[in-house]
């Protein structure tokens, strides 16, 4: 069958772009995701979550090359691999980023149309927040945010704590002015405590109209070319290819997936697309560049008494945490575990944040740090904003099965290194301010002989983690900008008819998690497919 639109990827912009093409646009369109349509219902849970976030369920967990600046360590980088994409798994903090941001894409890369000013209305026209009733916010939007529904001792004490070391009270991050310490914003229904991903809420206004096909656990391998036009895709289901066409196919497939399908296809980079036999069809050296992502590194510490979450999800406590939320919806099932954050920065208080410090009231540590138990604690993790390090999406192969080779590049560049330090130093320093200080046993890690920046760039290198927030490998930008791969309207360069609707187009990633900025891409995006 021919449609209007194929979209590869159901993830947070694949859901918004379908919604907005068959609503707004009467389109037919077909979406295709790698993923089930279905999770288990633990899922839904605000606090659900967590129960997956070690396994491959509904995750693809992308393996980084061993890192030499890292002393060989290879980090795992998750995405989603279902329905909804990162709104259905991640942890829903709703983030929009600083107007800076947007407004570097269009001065610094030539990206006009992606001011803060062109893309604030499209927050608010999605966003049905049920706090903040303010010019800055919609409150009738489909997707559901609102403050944490729960908040724990350890998160109470923070927030009280990080006034006297100078960071003032924030009641919304998302007000235009990050800085300061506050709860975080999420994409949760304060009504039925339930996640609201983009799944909940963009495809029910479009569930049922017969212009609208779903494909799940389909695998895309192949994008057609005939000419210079992009005429529709290859994908695997249920053991079969198949081919579906259309007059436009959008890329939401995300950072790893987006460059590799096009590399794939013979669009990117001419020398490493020969050395895998593929013919080029269009020499894109920007394609697979650019990779950045949020990187974080925690100081951790173990308290003298249960302040916050761990163990409640095990045992007589998750039984009765369970039954508390089944019964009123209420308790520890409510929050997200992750309820505030300080936005800081050590080198000027008064400019933009370039640091996000998270309280997580328990002791958090990433997949291959074995050594160390986990216990009743807390975890302040330092994230940098915007890291200067950049790596790179590679292909394994031609074969379009095999995952592709991420270099995540993290800490690559001497000043995140430093930046990152500044911040575990002003992290370790909450540990000594009341009211968190009296409910501290002892510093963790990096341990609190461990003071010199040698001995904090070598906590660095063992400890540091994606904040799951990779963007930047098929970057927009101006028409004599030879690393650009899309136009400011995100359309592939010379190839008609295929456009990027995902964290990929990023030139510069955003000062927050990037779940709720490439919904606002999408729904913008969708605007310059009215007028073609």
Not at 44 to 67: I, S, V, W
Not at 337 to 366: H, M, R, W
Not at 453 to 471: E, F, I, Q
Request: charged residues 20%; proline residues 6%; hydrophobic residues 35%.
């Amino acid at each position: 069958m021919t449609y209007d639109t194929i979209i590869v990827g159901g993830g947070s912009s694949g859901c918004v772009t379908a919604m907005r093409l068959v609503r707004d646009l009467g389109q037919h369109v077909l979406m295709l995701e790698a993923g089930p349509a279905r999770m288990n219902p633990i899922m839904h849970m605000p606090a659900g979550y967590m129960k997956y976030l070690a396994k491959d369920t509904y995750l693809t967990m992308h393996r980084m090359e061993r890192q030499p600046q890292l002393d060989g360590r290879a980090t795992i980088v998750p995405q989603g691999r279902v329905l909804g994409g990162g709104s259905s798994v991640n942890a829903m903090v709703y983030m929009r980023g600083q107007p800076a941001d947007y407004d570097n894409w269009a001065d610094n890369y030539g990206a006009e149309g992606w001011r803060y000013a062109d893309i604030l209305p499209h927050f608010i026209a999605m966003e049905g927040n049920a706090d903040l009733d303010t010019p800055v916010h919609g409150t009738a939007g489909p997707l559901k945010v609102t403050r944490p529904l729960y908040t724990c001792e350890m998160t109470r004490a923070f927030l009280e704590a990080l006034p006297s070391l100078g960071e003032p009270l924030n009641p919304d991050f998302n007000s235009g002015r990050q800085r300061g310490v506050g709860l975080m914003q999420g994409t949760m229904d304060r009504v039925t405590k339930r996640r609201c991903s983009a799944v909940d809420a963009f495809l029910p206004l479009v569930r049922g109209d017969e212009r609208l096909t779903i494909t799940t656990e389909a695998i895309v391998t192949r994008l057609v070319i005939e000419g210079n036009r992009c005429t529709g895709v290859d994908y695997v289901e249920g053991g079969r290819t198949q081919r579906a066409s259309a007059a436009t196919v959008i890329l939401a497939a995300g950072t790893y997936v987006t460059p590799k399908l096009l590399m794939l296809s013979g669009i990117g980079p001419a020398d490493h697309l020969l050395r895998h036999g593929i013919k080029p069809r269009v020499d894109l050296p920007g394609v697979g560049e650019n990779l950045q992502d949020h990187c974080e590194v925690p100081v951790i510490a173990a308290s003298n008494g249960r302040y916050g979450y761990f163990g409640q999800d095990k045992g007589w406590n998750m039984i009765r945490n369970g039954l508390d939320y089944l019964l009123r919806k209420r308790g520890p099932v409510t929050t997200t575990g992750v309820e505030a954050c300080v936005f800081t920065n050590p080198d000027d208080p008064q400019a933009d944040a370039s640091l996000k410090i998270y309280c997580v009231p328990t002791v958090y540590l990433d997949r291959d740090i074995t050594d160390v138990t986990a216990c009743d604690g807390v975890t302040f993790t330092t994230c940098l904003l915007r890291p200067k390090s950049r790596g790179t999406v590679r292909l394994h192969s031609a074969d379009p099965l095999e995952p592709p080779v991420v270099d995540g590049g993290f800490l690559k560049h001497p000043e995140d290194i430093r930046l990152m330090i500044a911040g575990l130093r002003f992290a370790r320093s909450f540990l000594d301010t009341s009211p968190i200080k009296e409910k501290i046993s002892h510093e963790m890690l990096p341990g609190a002989d461990k003071v010199s920046d040698a001995d904090l760039h070598a906590h660095c290198k063992r400890m540091v983690k994606t904040n799951y927030h990779p963007v930047g490998t098929a970057r927009m930008g101006r028409d004599d900008d030879p690393m650009a791969v899309l136009d400011s309207q995100l359309r592939v360069r010379g190839v008609e008819g295929l456009r990027v609707f995902d964290c990929s187009v990023m030139p510069e990633i955003v000062s927050a998690n990037t779940n709720a900025p490439v919904m606002a891409i999408a729904h913008r995006a969708v605007e310059w497919l009215k007028t073609g």
